[in-house]
């Protein structure tokens, strides 16, 4: 079973920057799909940025211009960098991977983000 380990999220002020890491247990060089979604209470949990096999990604409109995500195989690690940030993009962060296209996702524990001056 592969286990994701999600570290960066914080307190910051809106306009502010913070980079969220995903670490997996297991290689990442050949999945299917992983990336990041996002939770804010009482809102249903939604993707923010992932990329796919064949090298494709996508982004939430919302963080389309501020939010880049990038991957390094060698380190079975997924970076969000999060930029320009907003009091509408606080919510539990959560990285997943699908390492099969059959096959359901897996999720990390989340990392809270708070945007507040």
């Known amino acids: 079973q592969v286990q994701l380990v999600e570290s960066g999220g914080g307190l910051v002020q809106p306009g502010g920057s913070l980079r969220l890491s995903c670490v997996s247990s297991?290689?990442?060089?050949?999945?299917?799909?992983m990336g990041w979604y996002r939770q804010a209470p009482g809102k249903e949990r939604e993707l923010v940025a992932d990329?796919?096999?064949?090298?494709?990604?996508n982004f939430a409109d919302s963080v389309k211009g501020r939010f880049t995500i990038s991957r390094d195989n060698a380190k079975n690690t997924v970076v969000l960098q999060m930029n320009s940030l907003k009091v509408e993009d606080t919510a539990v962060y959560y990285c997943?991977?699908?390492?099969?296209?059959?096959?359901?996702?897996?999720w990390g524990q989340g990392t809270q983000v708070t945007v507040s001056s």
């Open positions: 297991r290689s990442i060089f050949s999945v299917y799909a």
């Open positions: 990329f796919t096999r064949g090298g494709s990604t």
């Open positions: 997943y991977v699908q390492t099969e296209a059959v096959w359901g996702k897996i």
